[in-house]
């Protein structure tokens, strides 16, 4: 009998989460939470707001995962990871069954691994983290929780990311490179040199990243 889960924030990104939870058969989704309900997708439906979480946890439902995507929204990826933790739930990584992971690749809690991603030997991956389709992420490569490694990026060998950071789609990191904290490479983007202290890499310009909060969309 398949454990249960409950998906926490629908969209887009949901959409791939639940697809890849279908094609490994490892849990069944019990339904998702969303502040708009709508009609649901693919027979799943909204139970709800985030309130009911305590509920389905009370009835016995211990596994969830945060299907909230990352652009816009670390903030809230961050307060519902606290909020499913302080409730008690077991937070599952979900892989899609043609990504290839290393045998001794680690990877933390709540992260989603894509389609034809590829997480490589020695490599490490905080909690929360997406490393989406057709990624790669080569050996010995270290990423700090809650970062997101976008569609298509490369980190190549010996790569460190901190926390909260985001590599864009298509952008490749140069092997040995350092990324700090919550900084930004844009899509498309050559990292030849580290990028520290909350900076975005793009056009050949480094910015330093202006305060402000996240909205869900």
């Known amino acids: 009998m398949m454990e249960q889960i409950i998906l926490v924030g629908f969209g887009g990104h949901a959409k ?12 069944e989704i019990v339904g998702y939470t969303d502040p708009a309900a709508d009609s649901g997708y693919r027979g799943y439906r909204c139970l709800g707001t985030d309130e009911v979480l305590q509920r ?4 016995g439902v211990a596994n969830a995962f945060v299907s909230v995507g990352y652009m816009g929204k670390g903030d809230l990826r961050l307060r519902l ?47 929360m983290c997406i490393v989406n389709s057709g990624a790669i992420v080569e050996h010995d490569c270290a990423v700090g929780g809650f970062s997101h490694i976008a569609v298509g990026a490369v980190l190549c060998g010996n790569v460190r990311v901190g926390r909260a950071a985001f590599i864009g789609a298509n952008a ?23 990028l520290e202290g909350k900076h975005m890499f793009s056009r050949n310009t480094v910015q330093k990243i202006s305060g402000g909060g996240s909205k869900r969309i």
């Open 172 to 194: 490749t990191v140069i092997q040995g490179r350092n990324v700090g904290d919550g900084c930004i490479i844009g899509a498309g983007e050559v990292l030849r040199q580290d």
């Open 16 to 27: 791939s989460v639940i697809d890849c939870m279908e094609a490994s058969g490892q849990y």
């Open 56 to 59: 389905y946890y009370d009835e």
């Open 81 to 127: 990871y606290r909020l499913l933790k302080t409730i008690g739930y077991t937070l599952p990584s979900i892989i899609d069954p043609a990504a290839a992971v290393a045998a001794d690749a680690v990877i933390g809690e709540g992260c989603f691994v894509g389609k034809n991603a590829v997480i490589n030997a020695s490599t490490t991956v905080g909690e």
